[in-house]
């Protein structure tokens, strides 16, 4: 059976090769049939993906211990429900994983785009197989998952595997790796046709609707990802946060800012033909740290508790990552000519204006991360000495430059294009100004003196503000044309124009997100090794351990201990923190104990034992407004849901556009 | 008055008791974990801080956290507890590297890279805003598209 995975990976080699040449060579001799085999090809790869993915999760499931990967990743009592997290739960199978989305992305974008992009279709099929070949390179090659155990030249198996990573056995871990490669990977279509577009010399209009959806797609699968990873953390860890900047956390993070600013620009170039040039550098960006962050995983450069093992692929990634990035910088300043800006800023306090900065603020904080992820590997080669940079590096840059960004979400929306007129400026900040300042100097009356969380509230404040003046301007304008409940007039202005109004509420979901960040700033802890009966105090709360419980199973043994919480002496809630012992693995892990409320969480660790192993040691915390961020993400979800909704109204619009070059007309065509 | 006097007597007896069993945490905890959020812990293959470690009987959490309660005791503060764990495990142990010599640049490079941004949205707006040649004298069917254009544009993002 291995050998068929291995034999459909191998001819899957065969055919991405086949593909590109003949998705190419059709495209240069103009020869139709050829270009038509080369998008069949793009099936017969992703018909073979699947087979060589179907073999290897029934391999898991048949508890296959002559497959190395098998043997390492899973063991004969792992339930059901997470064997098939093995496939994404070590290196091989999850490089694996990542072709088969790829693959699959690829046969969605060439069939639903081959005929409204046939101009361009064999150079996307050309660049979207040459990334499937570079994977299937290394599925093939350097990281079989199909390899082997071998003894003595005969093949083994051992009598179970070593069982999957305690901390991926969690719910949250068969949604959070599928979420954020649906996020890696999609972002590899909008480089694709960018690519294609540039050597096709378009302009850029007819792609760019394409992309735009595919970018917003990916983006939500990528935010997805990334707060479930933070809410994994959250329920796993047990460090009572659910953002560490680590390297790898940080790497997932650096692609969605780069298509936050793409998904923003991208405006100019559709209302205004501005910003070209970094539209296709961000496309571009955004894949490329897709690449970079699953080199940082696989290459050992960093250390994080999310990296594989240190392994031979890093230098093909390295490789990958030089030439695509070489030849992208090449295809973009030989392609300059075609990407210039057909419009004029007229005035410096305008939308055109406000997106600039907020893309220069995007990349600022991009860059922090990204500089502060590898300082230490530069600060070693400039000076020889090992040094670290964790979070207090990271909070001290990106603090500041974040609440920056959480500014411009307020005002940058509600500035005109062209140019913004003072009586506009003031009937639109006035109130969320004062009201901000007002907020202020209540929390500081409150004894809140801390500069960025003062800061952070007024502004929460502020930005909420305009983007419900923003909406209640709008459904007051059709409430009084048309009458009906203020909601309703809401829910039809939204319909209307979705994604003016899906962007504000996704807004909105970083006004909540800020809230539950800022929050942070107010975390209680306490810990203490506790007997039986005994209590430990924090805040309003009283933590009795009541019970110390044991159990085992097939797959771990399990010490609860359970916590009798009270708030102000009446009683809260009965919790339980695990501590876990898996068998296969022989690592322990911790099952954290969570009560949510919108105000604070109760957040319980059975954090290990006393030295001499009788008492266990109780972690506890109260950490404020954490419930706003995985809120937060729910409104920023639902908001991206409803721009790539169409709109009720279709808007067709004009745009200006300079033809030609000095001294010819300025014509106005309609798009 | 006796059975009061009883009553009392096993209220404030359990009181005192539940006080014994009463405690608001190690004392020293909140302190020590401070310190420990500015110490990066060295345990494979964490990227927390100390503070923040939660691996189970991690050996270098343990060890830092044994060796900085007596100095906690002894007085010392966090300025010279982070010097003796510095001097002790090199600088790779400070969870952030002192503004200093070469990591310096660490803190200025982001700030600097926006600096030189900031210098760039300037040029493109200045070039933006370049004049351009006036276009010749249009007609008034353009004109009219212009209007329309200006209305609509104001209509949208």
């Known amino acids: ?671 | 008055m006796k059975r009061f006097g009883t009553a009392s007597a096993g209220v404030l007896v359990a009181l005192s008791l539940a006080a014994q069993t009463v405690s608001t945490g190690d004392k020293m905890h909140g302190r020590l974990r401070a310190i420990g959020e500015k110490l990066k812990c060295q345990c494979t293959p964490c990227s927390y801080t100390v503070g923040s470690c939660n691996m189970l009987n991690c050996h270098f959490r343990d060890e830092v956290n044994a060796q900085i309660r007596p100095m906690l005791t002894a007085g010392l503060d966090e300025t010279a507890i982070l010097a003796k764990m510095r001097e002790k495990y090199g600088l790779v142990v400070l969870a952030a590297p002192p503004a200093e010599g070469f990591n310096l640049l660490g803190y200025l490079m982001p700030f600097l890279a926006l600096a030189v941004g900031l210098l760039v949205v300037r040029q493109v707006i200045l070039r933006w805003r370049r004049p351009r040649p006036t276009p010749a004298p249009v007609s008034p069917a353009i004109d009219r598209f212009r209007d329309q254009m200006e209305k609509e544009l104001a209509d949208l993002e």
């Open chain 1, 1 to 671: 059976m291995e050998n068929l995975g291995a034999l459909a990976l191998l001819l899957a080699f065969c055919l991405s090769l086949y593909t590109i040449l003949a998705a190419l060579v059709g495209k240069w001799k103009n020869k139709p049939y050829l270009a038509a085999t080369a998008e069949r090809g793009v099936l017969a790869v992703w018909a073979l993906v699947t087979a060589a993915s179907g073999i290897l999760i029934y391999l898991i499931y048949q508890n296959d211990f002559r497959l190395s990967f098998i043997a390492g990743h899973s063991n004969r009592d792992l339930p059901a429900a997470f064997k098939f997290t093995v496939w994404w739960g070590g290196q091989e199978g999850s490089l694996l994983f990542w072709l088969f989305i790829l693959s699959t992305y690829s046969l969605v974008a060439v069939y639903a785009y081959r005929r409204r992009h046939r101009d361009m279709m064999g150079y996307v099929i050309a660049i979207l197989m040459t990334i499937q070949m570079f994977f299937l390179v290394l599925v093939v090659f350097p990281a079989s998952p199909f390899q082997v155990l071998a003894s003595n030249g005969e093949i083994t198996a051992v009598p179970d595997g070593r069982g999957l990573n305690p901390l991926l056995q969690h719910a949250m871990m068969r949604i959070h790796p599928p979420m954020l490669y649906l996020g890696y990977v999609g972002f590899s279509v909008p480089f694709a046709f960018a690519m294609a577009s540039l050597i096709t010399k378009q302009k850029g209009e007819t792609w760019l609707a394409t992309t735009r959806i595919w970018t917003m797609v990916t983006w939500l699968f990528q935010t997805c990802g990334v707060m479930l990873g933070g809410r994994w953390a959250y329920a796993v860890l047990g460090w009572g946060g659910y953002w560490g900047w680590d390297p790898v956390e940080n790497a997932s993070l650096l692609p969605w800012i780069t298509a936050t600013a793409y998904l923003h620009s991208v405006m100019m170039q559709e209302k205004k033909g501005m910003m070209k040039v970094w539209n296709i550098t961000l496309v571009s960006a955004t894949f490329f740290l897709c690449i970079f962050g699953t080199f940082l995983t696989r290459s050992g450069i960093v250390q994080s508790v999310h990296a594989f093992s240190e392994g031979p692929i890093g230098k093909y990634f390295a490789t990958f990552l030089a030439i695509g990035i070489a030849g992208t910088v090449y295809m973009i300043l030989d392609r300059l000519e075609y990407l210039k800006s057909e419009s004029q800023l007229e005035s410096v306090v305008s939308r055109e204006s406000s997106f600039l900065f907020n893309n220069l603020v995007l990349l600022a904080s991009c860059f922090a991360i990204l500089w502060g992820t590898l300082f230490p590997v530069i600060s070693e080669l400039f000076t020889g000495q090992q040094i670290s940079v964790g979070p207090p590096f990271f909070n001290k840059i990106n603090i500041p430059i974040g609440l920056f960004l959480l500014f411009l979400t307020g005002v940058g929306p509600l500035f005109a294009w062209r140019r913004t007129s003072v009586e506009s400026l003031k009937r639109n900040f006035l109130w969320p100004s004062v009201a901000a300042l007002g907020l202020g100097v209540a929390l500081a009356a409150f004894r809140i003196w801390n500069f960025y969380v003062l800061m952070s509230f007024m502004l929460c404040c502020f930005v909420a503000l305009t983007i419900l003046g923003e909406f209640y301007r709008g459904a007051r304008a059709i409430q009084a044309k048309s009458g009906g409940s203020l909601a309703g007039c809401a829910v039809e202005l939204t319909h209307r124009n979705t994604r003016r109004y899906g962007g504000y509420i996704v807004h909105m979901g970083m006004v909540l997100l800020f809230i539950g960040f800022t929050g942070q700033a107010f975390t209680l802890e306490a810990q203490d090794e506790l007997s039986v009966g005994e209590t430990l105090k924090l805040g309003h709360y009283s933590f009795r351990l009541a019970d110390l419980q044991k159990s085992d199973n097939a797959n771990y043994a399990t010490g609860v201990a359970v916590v009798e919480v009270s708030r102000d002496g009446r009683p809260f809630d009965t919790m339980r923190a695990e501590q876990r012992f898996y068998h296969a693995s022989q690592q322990p892990t911790t099952v954290v104990a969570i009560h949510p409320r919108i105000q604070e969480d109760v957040y319980v660790v059975y954090a290990g034992n006393s030295n001499d192993g009788q008492r266990p040691v109780i972690q506890v915390f109260i950490n404020p407004l954490v419930t706003w961020v995985w809120v937060g993400t729910f409104v920023v979800i639902l908001g991206t849901l409803v721009a790539l909704m169409p709109s009720k109204v279709k808007l067709a619009y004009a745009r200006t556009q300079i033809v030609g070059t000095a001294a010819q007309h300025e014509t106005v065509r309609h798009s």
